[in-house]
C-alpha cells in the first residue's frame, strides 16, 4: 500500500500555528521520499511548544507560510492516503490552517498509527515511542517533525 506518513509541530495551543512539517512517502511498505520544511505560522510561540519541540520564532523568521508552502505538499502527498501517529492531532492541524488559509481542502483518506496500535497491541503507553520500541526501532529526535 502507498502512503504519506505526516506530522506536525505547532508554535502554540492553535492547530493553525504549525512551524514544521515533515512527510514520507512509502510505497510497497518502503519509505522511497521525504519532505520537511520550517514553516512560519505569524504567530507567537508559547514557551512550553518550544520545549518540545526545540524551534524558537527565529527559526521560522525567513521559512514560508502555509499558503506558500501548500501548492509543493499537495503535490507530495499527491491521492495517497495519509497516516499519522494520534492523527487527530495533524489531521485537525491540517484542515484548520486550510481553512485558515482558504485553501483547497484536502480530502484524502486518513488512519491513525495510534489507534491501530491500540487494537493490536497490549501495551502500557501506545505513544509513539513506546510502539516504535515494541518494534525494535527507535527515534533519532523524537519531536521533530520528519524523524516522528
Known sequence: MDYIAIDFETANN????????????????????RFYSLINPLQSFSASNIRVHGIYPDDVH??????ELY????AFVGDDPLV??????DINCLQTTIETYRLPKMENA?????VLAKKLLTLRSNSLVNVLDYY????ENHHNALDD
Open 110 to 114: 486518513y488512519f491513525c498509527s495510534c
Open 14 to 33: 492553535r492547530g493553525d500555528s504549525i512551524c514544521s512539517i515533515g512527510m514520507s512517502r512509502f510505497s510497497k511498505g518502503k519509505e522511497v521520499d
Open 62 to 67: 525567513d521559512a514560508k507560510r502555509f499558503d
Open 136 to 139: 525494535g526501532l527507535g527515534i
Open 84 to 89: 499519522a501517529h494520534f492523527a487527530q492531532f
Open 71 to 74: 501548492p509543493e505538499i499537495r
